[in-house]
């Protein structure tokens, strides 16, 4: 029996109306023109181990730079996890518990620490921020506010496996370039404690190269077994619409910060092309 | 009891992922191991077609709404059952959810013919899923459902235990974070994607997807008089051959290569009464889908 004769659909017609949503590539007849909705913020990811692990020395003199900036910039502060975070995902994959729940707890961290740069930056304007409250930030920013959030996407338990591992793919190197590219913002800011990328582990190895400047594409062809971001970055700048570059600065350096605001190219620039 | 380590400039907790660079592959691998933990591994999801049943009205929906609700009687009769009786019969506890149906495909069209881009598409699609949740819950309120906003997460198994027939939002919340496509402007992580990743993460092992087909076919039935059913296939077949129109999403599948807990995808007709209870009895009616 086949009753889809019986009770037709209630459609509403569109363009897209007997599309299969699902197959990829652009409808037909459609020009696609994205619109960038806040192309001038300057989206700054503090760095979780590498900064707020850190603690005052470390942070205090990141803050201000940040606030000798903020009447200059509309500035976005996401937040890192940092060991909190790696120990939850040391526990739970002990307790082999699925991927989506190590997103979802590791996710409390990175709020942790967006909540004390709130504190800290309470009296210059800092505003904690949650996801559903970016459609705020036009207002936020009007107010001459600095708005704070985690790093991490909002995926939690709807992350998906990952593969050889259980640690989320998607955390807050991801979150922070999703959230450049959504804003329309051609680069994203990373504050770390190094001075961006190096042939080897400059903290081990004296002699490892500073690299100023390497695409996406030759950084996922040399196939390294670490990574200076997460690798699904690299992966989506590919083919991002916006957000086609990452900035890795040292926020340990006096300045630097305030370079990279102004759009110097210091640190390590990873670009698409 | 873990202890704090310093003398480097940060404060770590010692654990085996102190200062190691959670991108590194060889760290990756160390979280990894056969096993994983299964939270409810007997609920089975059903997912409810919002384009194939939804956009039908009354003569679509109100049928499976009997069924649901005859199928959540029988489930209840079987938990105040005493123990050790016999219960090959008894339907298993399940959790439904809803697509969004027509009112999607004019959203993503307006929003694309605007410039909206692909993230501020993922944030407004939900919306008209979240719509049919409600009309859902509304038409079966009085047989115990309740929709489960995800911040109540976890009162899944409290809704379960007392019987109720809770409905989740069936899109995933990747909103406005929504990775850019590989091709084109449409954001990839629908519905379909977002039941079977609730399932996953839950432990599940099975998913029912109830549309308005009998199951897959080699080519979409609604446009060639031909097309053949394929009743039984694996997900490498099927990834191997994947027909150019697919009933449910291809993210899905993709997302399926790495899941360690859902072994069966079935997807029946909606318009034909008593195949949900059928599939969720085990029978192979419409299409399965197994992992092996």
């Known amino acids: 029996m086949h009753s889809a004769k019986r009770h037709e659909r209630r459609r509403i017609s569109s363009k897209l109306a007997d599309a299969t949503l699902t197959t990829g590539g652009s409808p037909e007849g459609l020009d696609y023109r994205p619109v960038a909705m806040m192309p001038d913020v300057r989206v700054l990811k503090i760095g979780g181990q590498s900064v707020m692990d850190r603690g005052r ?16 910039h509309k500035l976005l502060l996401c937040c890192g996890g940092g060991t909190r975070a790696r120990h939850i995902y040391a526990v739970a994959s002990d307790l082999e518990l699925p991927t989506g729940v190590l997103a979802a707890l590791g996710g409390y961290v990175p709020r942790q620490n967006a909540r004390m740069l709130q504190m800290l930056l309470a009296k210059h304007g800092g505003l904690f921020i949650l996801h559903d409250d970016f ?24 992350e998906k496996p990952t593969k050889g591992g259980r640690i989320p793919e998607h955390r807050t190197d991801a979150g922070v370039f999703l959230t450049a590219e959504v804003l329309g913002c051609k680069r994203a800011i990373f504050v770390k404690d190094e001075n961006g990328l190096y042939t080897d582990d400059p903290k081990k190895n004296k002699s490892a190269k500073h690299i100023p400047r390497i695409t996406a594409k030759e950084l996922l062809e040399q196939d390294l077994p670490d990574m200076v971001v997460e690798r699904v970055v690299l992966e989506y700048m590919q083919r991002s619409r916006f957000c086609t570059e990452l900035q890795i600065v040292n926020g340990l350096e006096k300045g630097v910060l305030t370079r990279a605001l102004e759009g110097e190219d210091v640190g390590t620039v990873i670009t698409r092309d | 009891m873990s202890k704090l380590v310093t003398g480097d400039g940060r404060t770590h907790i010692e654990s085996s992922l102190m200062r190691e660079s959670l991108v590194d592959r060889r760290v990756v691998a160390t979280t990894d191991s056969d096993g994983e933990f299964a939270i409810l591994p007997d609920v089975v999801l ?23 609700k005859t199928l959540r009687e029988a489930r209840r009769a079987a938990t105040e059952r005493a123990a050790g009786s016999d219960k090959v019969k008894d339907p298993p506890p399940m959790v439904l959810g809803v697509g969004g149906g027509t009112r999607v495909r004019h959203t993503v069209s307006v929003a694309l013919d605007l410039g909206i881009p692909t993230g501020g598409v993922a944030q407004l699609v939900g919306a008209m899923e979240e719509a049919n949740a ?47 496509p590989e091709d084109g402007p449409l954001p990839t992580h629908g519905s379909d994607f977002g039941l079977f990743i609730h399932a996953e993460v839950l432990g599940m092992k099975k998913l029912i997807f109830v549309k308005d087909e009998d199951g897959l076919y080699d080519r979409d039935p609604k446009k060639h008089a031909d097309a053949k059913l394929i009743s039984k296939t694996t997900l490498d077949e099927l990834t ?19 899941a360690r807990h859902v072994e069966q995808v079935q997807i029946v007709n909606g318009l034909v009464p008593g195949q949900l209870t059928k599939a969720l009895a085990g029978e192979p009616v419409g299409t399965v889908i197994t992992r092996n």
């Open chain 1, 57 to 72: 020395d470390a942070l205090y003199p990141i803050l201000d730079e940040v606030t000798a900036a903020k009447d200059k």
């Open chain 2, 134 to 180: 409600v009309f859902l819950n509304a038409l079966l309120a009085k047989h115990g459902s309740i929709v489960m906003q995800r911040e109540h997460f976890w009162e899944l198994p409290l809704y379960l235990e007392s019987g109720m027939l809770p409905i989740v939002i069936s899109i995933p919340p990747y909103h406005f974070w929504e990775p850019p």
């Open chain 2, 240 to 258: 191997k051959h994947m027909p150019d129109d697919v009933i449910i999403d291809r993210q899905l599948f993709v997302c399926w290569q790495r």
């Open chain 2, 46 to 68: 059903v997912g409810l077609g919002g384009q194939s049943i939804f956009d039908r009205g009354r003569a679509a929906v109100m049928p499976l709404v009997e069924e649901l």
């Open chain 1, 135 to 158: 459609e705020k930030l036009p207002l936020y920013f009007r107010l001459g506010c600095i708005p704070i959030m985690t790093g991490m996407p909002p995926f939690g338990y709807w």
